[in-house]
């Protein structure tokens, strides 16, 4: 089985930095990532790491630590449209994604 | 363009009346998935199809069931909803059965609301 753990909720200013921490317990890994997802919207894929280290794209960037289990998105240049729930999600031997429960990031001005 | 695309955007039906959900896509993908998401939860998948290939999750409800009669057309039927089957349902695809970054492409969702 797999497991994925996240904090419940962020809160942060406009132009602040988050960072949602992810740590997961799987019997085989393949990978983590992250996804946004506006209330009422839907998923939308924003990263994904397979090997450890950090992957960057624009305002947002990924990490991965195999050895700890361990990943995270960091938000930076906090806007208000950031304001979202953000999931981790680690696929099986199957390819399907188990998510983590979600992170509401509450941006405030 | 929207490439997945649900239909309705909003469902209300009676307590165990039948209620059927629509997917549909344009990225011709091998895979579609349908999950439930209730509020402040993560999705939970149903079940998904490997092209015409049927996989249920161990815990789906008997009261769900799925049909894909082609690639680019997905349902999800719930032949008698009950209250607690209130929630937001996604459909979502993927190219294949890709280990490595298996992007999953999601649908705006279909609300269904049972009175």
């Known amino acids: 089985g797999q497991s994925l753990e996240q904090p419940s909720e962020v809160t942060a200013v406009e132009g602040a930095i988050v960072q949602i921490n992810c740590t997961y317990q799987?019997?085989?890994?393949?990978?983590l990532s992250w996804y946004q997802q506006h209330d009422g919207g839907a998923p939308t894929f924003l990263s994904y790491?397979?090997?450890?280290g950090l992957e960057e794209t624009g305002r947002f960037s990924s990490f991965l630590s195999r050895s700890d289990s361990y990943g995270y998105l960091l938000l930076q240049e906090l806007q208000m449209k950031d304001s979202a729930s953000y999931f981790c999600?680690?696929?099986?031997?199957?390819?399907?994604?188990?998510f983590g429960a979600g992170t509401q990031v509450v941006v405030t001005p | 363009d929207a490439m997945v695309i649900q239909n309705p955007r909003y469902q209300v039906t009676q307590f165990g009346k039948p209620v059927t959900l629509s997917c549909s896509q344009t990225?011709?993908?091998?895979?579609m998935y349908w999950y439930q998401q209730k509020s402040s939860q993560a999705p939970k998948l149903l079940f998904h199809?490997?092209?015409?290939?049927?996989?249920n999750e161990a815990d789906t409800p008997d009261n769900f069931q799925s049909r894909r009669p082609n690639t680019s057309f997905c349902f999800l039927d719930i032949r008698s909803p009950g209250l607690g089957d209130a929630a937001m349902y996604l459909c979502?695809?993927?190219?294949?059965?890709?280990?490595?970054?298996?992007?999953?492409?999601f649908g705006a969702g279909t609300r269904l609301s049972v009175l």
């Open positions: 979502a695809t993927s190219r294949d059965r890709d280990l490595a970054k298996n992007i999953q492409y």
């Open positions: 799987t019997s085989g890994f393949y990978g």
């Open positions: 790491n397979a090997l450890d």
């Open positions: 999600a680690c696929p099986d031997s199957w390819g399907k994604l188990q």
């Open positions: 990225l011709n993908h091998n895979v």
């Open positions: 199809y490997y092209d015409k290939d049927f996989n």
